[in-house]
């Protein structure tokens, strides 16, 4: 494995890890919603909303451009 693949699998693993963790947080808001509705209202959960899939997007796009350089290396081996 050289080093260019090793950083990329890396990345993968730290991308993975940020919507694993992302993920939880967002199952954590939406039962912390459904327990106190009163904590929040429609227009901060519409906030937090789109704060999070702007996320979730940001690290689909990094982990898939990183899975697909990480196959252009297997390609050219």
């Known amino acids: 494995m050289n080093l260019d693949e090793t950083a990329i699998n890396e990345k993968i693993g730290q991308l993975r890890s940020e919507l694993v963790f992302l993920a939880d947080e ?3 808001i ?3 919603a459904v327990r106190q509705p009163e904590k929040y209202g429609p227009q901060a959960l519409e906030e937090l909303r789109h704060t999070h899939m702007g996320e979730v997007l940001r690290l689909r796009t990094e982990l898939d451009s990183m899975e697909n350089a990480l196959q252009s290396l297997k390609n050219a081996l």
């Open 30 to 32: 939406g039962e912390d």
């Open 26 to 28: 967002i199952e954590t």
